[in-house]
């Protein structure tokens, strides 16, 4: 693995650098730099690396979907609601008297239609109009 970026590459060099010092010093050695051109870690530490990264991304896309999902549902149960409460209102409005009307609108539209040949409306107040077709 290469590591390019310079503030990284910079604290790594400058803890070799002063390591390097304490334990040459007293052999009269004074290290002046310790450039990083290219750092190549070993193959098991950077693979545990790569999978350390790849487990963090899968959590965090699994946190994303999560939450994706919860919005979801939340979405779900507020229409649900909506429904819910829209089906009451009508429900309490709703009596023999505007079904009868709502049923005669019917009846008329059916009569109206050109595809309507012999409209027989139903024996009471609660039976749809039978539309026959000769």
């Known amino acids: ?6 503030s990284l590459r ?3 060099s400058q803890q070799i650098r002063e390591q390097l010092s304490q334990r040459v010093a007293s052999r009269g050695i ?4 310790t450039p ?3 750092l190549d870690l070993p193959d098991n530490f950077r693979k545990s690396v790569e999978q350390k990264l790849r487990i963090e991304q899968e959590a965090q896309q699994m946190d994303f979907i999560l939450k994706k ?3 979801e549902a939340e979405r779900k149960r507020i229409e649900a609601k909506g429904i819910a409460d ?7 409005g709703l009596n023999d008297k505007i079904l009868q009307l709502r049923r005669i609108e019917a009846t008329e539209k059916l009569a109206a239609s050109q595809n309507a040949k012999v409209v027989v409306v139903g024996g009471g107040t609660s039976a749809p109009p039978i539309n026959l077709q000769p």
Do not use: A, C, P
């Open 1 to 6: 693995m290469n590591w390019e970026r310079g």
């Open 10 to 12: 910079q604290q790594i």
């Open 30 to 33: 004074v290290v002046e730099d």
């Open 36 to 38: 990083l051109r290219k």
């Open 69 to 71: 999902e919860n919005t």
């Open 86 to 92: 829209s089906q009451k209102i009508i429900s309490e």
